[in-house]
């Protein structure tokens, strides 16, 4: 399985289209086969996620995404999972074991609204890298 994780540095970031990066990473039996990190193309309506389609991606981990963005990996049948937060090398090591679980939705309606590609961070409660890691 071919996974994308929204990442800012070592973590993950807390919205999807506003990170910086993507870690993709194949699972193949319980291992990490293949990692490489990707720049974020640019946040527009339903660019990411065909960006990501192409690319082969089933699923996408991130700590928040908006109503419509879920509805457009619908679309393209990739799963989303939410409520991601931590170190990078703490999520890939839930991937590999299949534990990775996903919870609320770290943006919230309205956070991202109104933005186009200069918006640099999202709205939502700032997070210490150390509240994050939980």
């Known amino acids: 399985m071919r996974i994308a994780i929204s990442t800012d540095g070592d973590f993950v970031s807390a919205h999807f289209g506003r ?29 990411i996620p065909e960006f990501l389609h ?6 996408i981990a991130c700590g928040g ?17 939410v409520g991601v937060s931590g170190r990078i090398d703490e999520v890939l090591e839930r991937l590999r074991k299949g534990t990775l679980k996903g919870g ?19 709205d939502h409660p700032k997070k210490k890298r150390h509240e994050e890691q939980r």
Request: proline share 6%; glycine share 14%.
């Open 54 to 59: 192409q690319r082969g991606v089933e699923c």
């Open 65 to 81: 995404m908006g109503r419509r963005a879920t509805q457009y990996f619908d679309v393209l049948g990739i799963q989303t999972i």
């Open 104 to 122: 609320e939705s770290l943006c919230k309606p309205g956070f991202g609204k109104g933005y186009g590609l200069d918006k640099t961070e999202c």
């Open 19 to 47: 990170c910086p990066s993507f870690t993709i990473v194949d699972v193949e039996k319980g291992e990490i086969a293949k990692k490489e990190i990707i720049g974020n193309p640019g946040h527009q309506p339903d660019f």
